[in-house]
């Protein structure tokens, strides 16, 4: 897809008596270095500073205000903060509010790869006495896993617009593009304090060139006229709405689009064939796009307990995705299903869907057999052993919600529903809602759990996490270690946490 047009920024001033960085045209007008003379000498830093800017680098004066790199050579970080502090550069500034202190070995790595490396903890010099807290100093784990991330965040003008942006290109099918655009956003989201100025985010990781410039554009205008721009498009409001009908991707959509299709209506009037599962996405659109409340939430998970209590005693029913990570709304309740007892949860879901629907409360179903042979089964592990889809026994439905009065001629469910509502403390319209009913054995339950909590960029990460990092499979029936050859068994999400090393994070902090 073409680019859309970006907001042009100037390059920095250039002092009187320094030469001109307009020789060669400035590629990377967001990284500013300045070379520290110190120990380097003014031969070497002429030959560095020719360098650069035949890279299309921009070069200060390293106690200039334009500065966001200060490289040096052979200088410890506090000798390079007396050394600025001498040279006019205010103390707070000197020691790390805002430019990144760096060896000489991020320049290289940086002329090598002809634009400029993402900065690693081994490319900064370290100052004994921090001026800022450790975040503010881009102290932030890489991976999603390794981070806290709360629902409730200091940065979400700017991860809103990165949404957006991310939306837009997977529109357009560009896949890498949005991951980028989320994984920027989602570093955004935990960090502990609120970015103001561009350059606090230099040492943050995941955050690349375009994000990068949104977000100049974001803290400079308050808004950003790319993002705009998209937000407005006909073809991102039609691809919204059409998204939104439960069953429907990118590809049915996109094409929809390109047949001049705009509206729900558009589609009835063409009579577009959908499959049964579109039928009645598209049939309840509006209620099923109404976000689903906690308290809903807890009312179905609750009718669906007082179910399988009749047919399976002992049996668990556990709400994750959103509403276990403490989101007050959803766009569907997650209900993982499983027995103390290996093996009692066979068989068990198709009862509890008879029962369900003529009680009245499925408005649609559609079961899912389990296509799981067993955890010895080498493709479950080796190719594509982290899908996000997994192969428990599975039910997608539409719940009715009902009315408080059970006015549904003979639909006893719905009344007994009715009843729930006392739980709310207003009036409830009629409404429905999508409910996933996962069974999953108890020795696999832990993974379950850990995979259906999400988020899905959490989710993504960990996986990407525990095969790189650790050469193991993650998904939502066990950990493999892929060298060993051993399955890591769990009885809880903080033992899988400990398998991979990594801290425990609780649901609240996944909201990445
Ligand atoms: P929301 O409904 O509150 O809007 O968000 P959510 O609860 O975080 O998202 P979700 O789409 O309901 O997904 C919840 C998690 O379930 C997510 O991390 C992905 C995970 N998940 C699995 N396996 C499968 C699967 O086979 N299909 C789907 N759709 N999701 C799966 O672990
Ligand atoms: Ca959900
Ligand atoms: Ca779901």
Known sequence: MAQLPVKKRRPPRVKPGQ???????????????GLVEKRMGTSRKTFLTSLARSRGFCVDDPCSETVTHI????????????????????????????????????????????????????????????????????????????????????NSALTDALEIMAEEAKFSGSE????????????????PWKVERIQQLHTVPCIGEHSRRILQEMLEDGMSAEVEKVRQSERYRTMKLFTKIFGIGVKIASQWYQEGLRTLTDLQL????????????LLHYEDLNTPVELWEAEAISQVVRQVIEQILPGATVTLTGGFRRGKPCGHDVDLLISHPSEGEEMGLLPKVISILDRQGFLLYHSFHRSSFLSLEDEELWVSGGSSTMDHFERCLSIFHLGDPAGSRPGATGVQKLG???????????????????????????????????????????????????????????????????????????EEIFQHLGLEYILPEERNA
């Open 19 to 33: 030469p001109a960085n307009s020789e060669y045209p400035v590629r990377f007008p967001e990284v500013v270095v």
């Open 71 to 154: 490289v040096s050579e052979g200088n410890s970080g506090d000798e390079v903060v007396e050394w600025l502090k001498k040279n006019g550069r205010p103390p707070a500034e000197a020691a790390g509010d805002g430019p990144a202190l760096l060896d000489l070995s991020w320049f290289t790595e940086s002329m090598g790869a002809g634009r400029p490396v993402e900065i690693e903890p081994r490319h900064r010099l370290k100052v004994a006495t921090p001026a800022e807290p450790l975040e503010e100093k881009g102290q932030v784990a890489p991976y999603i896993c390794q981070r806290r991330t709360p629902l409730l965040h200091h």
């Open 176 to 191: 890498v593009r949005s991951l980028a655009f989320s994984r920027a956003a989602s570093v955004l989201k935990a960090l």
């Open 270 to 281: 063409h009579q577009i064939k959908l499959n049964k599962e579109q039928q009645a996405g």
């Open 419 to 493: 009843a729930l509502w006392g739980l709310a403390r207003r009036p409830v319209p009629e409404s429905c809602a999508w409910v996933d009913l996962v069974v999953t054995p108890s020795s696999q339950f832990p993974f379950a759990l850990l995979g259906w909590t999400g988020s899905r960029n959490f989710e993504r990460d960990l996986r990407r996490f525990s095969k790189r990092e650790k050469k193991m499979t993650l998904n939502s029936h066990g950990l493999y270690h892929l060298e060993q050859k051993i399955f890591l068994p769990a009885a809880s999400e």
